[in-house]
C-alpha cells in the first residue's frame, strides 16, 4: 500500500466533515503535494467515527482499502491529520516557522502493520496567547495578511494545542477569532480585557474609566462581549483591570487600600461570572492571577468564584512568582499551597515577553533550559493542569521555546538534552545536530545576568530601552538619577548610573561577539540550508544581541564624555552607537527572504531603529552644545590636514556638513 499526492481523503462519518476537520483535511493534501510526486492512484486516507475514544484522541491503522483515523471528535481527526504529516510524511510540526526543506520522494510505502495511537495530555487546555505581536502587522504570507495568523494556528494544532487568545484586543481581533473558530480552538482573553469586551476608554473616551461612576456602561460592554461569543468555544476571562496592563486603581485613586481593592475586584468577578452563566450555560471561566490580582489574593482581600480556573502566571522570565512592575518586586510564589489547591488550576507563562525594561521578544527566553523546564514540572506537581497559555507572540524567534514546552504539555516531562538533540536533528539534519545543540546551550549561558535569581536573565529590550531611559534623563535633566532604572541599579548620581551601565553592555557585547562568532563558524561548515536557517536563528538573535549592547556601551561613554565636557569625543561616541544600533536593525532586516519579506519591518517593541534615532538626536544636541555657534571647527578638524585647518582667512569654504556626514568624516579619521 502507498500513498502518492493523488491520494485522496475520505471524510466518513458526519463529525468528519465539519469546518475545523476540512482544515486540516487541506493542510493534509497539501502536505502529499509537498512530500510525493507521483501522480499515480494511492491509498486513501479515511476518517472514521469511533464512539468509544476518548475526546480529541485518535487510533492511525491500515487497513485493506486505505489508511484509517478512528476518532470521536473533531479535534481527534485535525490531531490524527496532522499526526500522518508528521510520522509518516516527515513534516514536522514547526515546518513553516522553522523553514523546513521538504525532500519530496515518488510516493511512500506504507508497513500494512503500521499503527498509531494518541497519549492522552496531562493539560486539558493548551495554547498560545499570540501577544505583543506587532511583527504580524505588515507582514502577509503571498499577500495574505491573514496568512501569519492562519499558519500560526496550524502550527499550534501540530504541537497539541486546543486554544488561544487570537491577538491583543486593543486592535480589532474578530477576524483572527473567526479563523480561530474555524480551526476549532477555544479562545480564550486577555488577563486586561475582561470577557474580550471593548476597553472602556475606547468605547467612551470622553469620560473616566471608574467603575462607581459608571457601572452601567461597564456593564453594557461586558454584556455585548458575553452576547457576541455565546454557544461558541470559549474560555471566558473574568477580571477588572485598569485601562491597559495595569492595576484599576491607577485611573481610580480613590481605592488606596488592599482591602478596598480587593472587594471591588470580587464584586466585579461574580458579576461577570452570573452573567457568562446566565447567557452561556456552563462555559469554562477564568481569572488571571496576575500582577496586583496575585498580591491582593494571597494578601486574603480577594474572593473568587467557586467555579473557575484559576490561571497563575510566571514573572514573564520563566520564573513562578508575581511579575516586577516598576522598581516593585516582591516576587509572591505564584505555586498554589495548601487549602489553595482546591478547585481548577492553570498557567499563563511567557516565551515571549515585553515589559520596557529587560525583556525579549525579537530573542528567546533567556532563562536556563533546565530550570524552565523544572519549574514547569513543579506547574505539574502543583496540580496546575486545567489550562496551560503560552504567550507566543510572533512566533519565529521563539520555536525552541514552543517545541519545548509543548513537549511538557505532551509528556509532562521533558528530558532537555534530548529534547535538544531531537529538536536539532529535526530542523538542522543529523549530521550538523551535535554542535548546533551546543550552540542552543551556548546560547543560554550567554545570557546577560541583572539580578541574583535564575530568571534575572536579559533579552534584547535591556540595551535599547535602558539606554533611551538614560539618554532621555541626561537631555531632561542630567544633574538627577533616572528613576525609570532604580529596578535595575541603585545609585545616587546619573553619572554613577551611566558607568554601571556601559561595564555591563561592554562586558555583554564582548560576550556575544565570541557566540556569534562560534555560530559563524559552526555555520560555514554546514550544507547550504541549514546553514541559512542556523544563521537566521541563533546567528541573527547574537547579532541582534551584540549591536544591541553594542550600542548601549557607546551611547553611555558618549553621555559620560558630554558630563566631562568633551563634545567631540561624545558626539563620536554617539555616532557609533547609531550605528551599532542600526546594524542590529539591518541584521534583521538582511534575514528576511521568500515568505519572511517584510517581518522584521514594524519591530515597534525593542525597536532597534528607534534607539538609533534618539541617538541621532543626542548628536545633534552634543553638536549645538560643542560646536555651536559657527558649526566649523569640528568640520576644520575632520576634513582638512593638520597643516590648513587652523589657518582661517575664510571662516568657511565648504556648507555646513549635517551631523551624520560630519560623523562619517570624523570616522574616517579616527575609526577603527
Not at 311 to 326: C, E, H, K, L
Not at 518 to 531: F, M, S, Y
Request: proline share 4%; charged share 25%.
Amino acid at each position: 500500500m502507498q500513498l502518492t499526492r493523488s491520494s485522496t481523503i475520505i471524510a466518513a462519518c458526519e463529525i468528519a466533515r465539519t469546518v475545523p476537520v476540512h482544515a486540516a483535511v487541506a493542510d493534509l493534501s497539501r502536505d502529499l503535494g509537498k512530500a510525493l510526486t507521483s501522480d499515480e492512484e494511492g491509498a486513501a486516507v479515511v476518517l472514521d467515527e469511533d464512539l468509544e475514544r476518548s475526546p480529541k484522541a485518535y487510533v492511525i491503522d491500515v487497513q485493506a482499502d486505505g489508511v484509517h483515523i478512528r476518532a470521536a471528535d473533531e479535534l481527534g481527526f485535525v490531531y490524527g491529520l496532522y499526526a500522518i504529516s508528521r510520522e509518516l510524511l516527515g513534516i514536522a510540526d514547526l515546518w513553516f516557522w522553522m523553514d523546513q526543506e521538504i525532500a519530496a520522494r515518488e510516493t511512500l510505502q506504507i508497513d500494512p502493520a503500521f499503527t498509531l495511537e494518541s497519549r492522552p495530555s496531562p493539560i486539558r487546555l493548551r495554547g498560545w496567547f499570540i501577544n505583543d505581536e506587532v511583527l504580524f502587522f505588515g507582514w502577509a504570507i503571498d499577500g495574505d495578511e491573514l496568512g501569519p495568523w492562519r499558519m500560526a494556528f496550524e502550527a499550534l494544532l501540530r504541537l497539541g494545542g486546543n486554544m488561544v487568545i487570537p491577538g491583543t484586543g486593543q486592535l480589532d481581533t474578530s477576524r483572527y477569532e473567526e479563523e480561530a473558530d474555524r480551526r476549532g480552538l477555544v479562545v480564550a482573553q486577555h488577563h486586561a480585557e475582561p470577557l474580550g469586551a471593548e476597553m472602556f476608554s475606547h468605547a467612551y473616551p470622553e469620560l473616566r474609566p471608574s467603575y462607581d461612576e459608571h457601572p452601567d456602561l461597564f456593564e453594557k460592554l461586558w454584556l455585548e462581549a458575553i452576547r457576541a461569543r455565546a454557544g461558541r468555544r470559549t474560555m471566558w476571562s473574568l477580571g477588572f483591570r485598569g485601562q491597559g496592563d495595569l492595576p484599576f486603581w491607577i485611573d481610580d485613586p480613590r481605592y488606596d487600600t488592599d482591602e478596598d481593592r480587593g472587594a471591588l475586584i470580587g464584586k466585579i468577578l461574580k458579576l461577570q461570572y452570573d452573567l457568562v452563566q446566565e447567557h452561556d450555560p456552563g462555559a469554562a471561566c477564568a481569572v488571571n492571577l496576575y500582577g496586583e490580582t496575585l498580591e491582593l489574593f494571597r494578601g486574603g482581600h480577594l474572593s473568587l468564584p467557586d467555579d473557575v480556573v484559576k490561571i497563575w502566571a510566571d514573572n514573564g522570565y520563566g520564573r513562578m512568582v508575581s511579575r516586577r512592575q516598576g522598581s516593585h518586586n516582591p516576587r509572591v510564589p505564584a505555586l498554589p499551597e495548601g487549602g489553595e489547591r482546591a478547585g481548577a488550576h492553570g498557567i499563563y507563562y511567557h516565551a515571549s515577553f515585553y515589559d520596557l525594561q529587560a525583556a525579549y521578544t525579537l530573542t528567546m527566553l533567556p532563562s536556563p533550559t533546565e530550570k524552565v523546564v523544572s519549574e514547569l514540572e513543579s506547574v505539574i506537581a502543583h496540580g496546575m493542569t486545567d489550562a496551560w497559555l503560552i504567550n507566543c507572540s510572533a512566533v519565529r524567534p521563539h520555536t525552541y521555546t514552543l517545541d519545548l514546552i509543548a513537549a511538557l504539555w505532551r509528556e509532562g516531562a521533558v528530558d532537555v538534552a534530548a529534547h535538544r538533540g531531537a529538536f536539532v536533528r529535526r530542523h538542522f539534519g543529523k549530521d550538523a545536530a551535535r554542535e548546533v545543540a551546543r550552540l542552543y546551550g551556548e546560547y543560554f549561558a550567554t545570557a546577560v545576568a541583572y539580578g541574583a535569581h535564575w530568571d534575572e536573565k536579559a533579552g534584547e529590550q535591556l540595551p535599547n530601552c535602558v539606554t533611551r531611559d538614560l539618554v532621555t534623563q541626561f537631555l531632561r535633566e542630567p544633574e538627577a538619577p533616572s528613576s525609570r532604572v532604580a529596578w535595575l541599579m541603585q545609585h545616587d548620581s546619573l553619572a554613577e548610573q551611566v558607568r554601571s551601565f556601559e561595564e555591563m553592555c561592554a562586558r555583554a557585547a564582548a560576550d556575544y561577539a565570541t557566540y556569534r562568532d562560534a555560530v559563524d563558524h559552526v555555520g560555514a561548515g554546514l550544507d547550504t540550508h541549514p546553514r541559512r536557517l542556523l544563521a537566521q536563528t541563533l546567528g541573527l538573535q547574537s547579532r541582534i544581541l551584540e549591536h544591541s549592547y553594542r550600542g548601549a556601551a557607546h551611547a553611555m561613554r558618549a553621555l559620560a564624555f558630554a558630563a566631562d565636557g568633551a563634545h567631540w569625543d561624545a558626539f563620536y561616541e554617539a555616532g557609533r552607537a547609531r550605528r551599532a544600533f542600526l546594524g542590529g536593525d539591518t541584521a534583521m532586516r538582511g534575514s528576511e527572504h521568500g515568505v519572511w519579506h517584510g517581518f522584521y519591518a514594524n519591530d515597534a517593541q525593542a525597536d532597534l531603529s528607534h534607539s538609533a534615532w534618539l541617538l541621532e538626536s543626542l548628536m545633534h544636541t552634543i553638536r549645538v552644545v560643542g560646536d555651536g555657534p559657527e558649526y566649523v571647527d569640528w568640520q576644520r578638524v575632520a576634513l582638512y590636514p593638520p597643516e590648513t585647518r587652523d589657518i582661517r582667512l575664510l571662516m568657511t569654504v565648504e556648507k555646513h556638513l549635517d551631523n551624520l556626514a560630519l560623523w562619517e568624516a570624523m570616522d574616517a579619521i579616527q575609526g577603527e
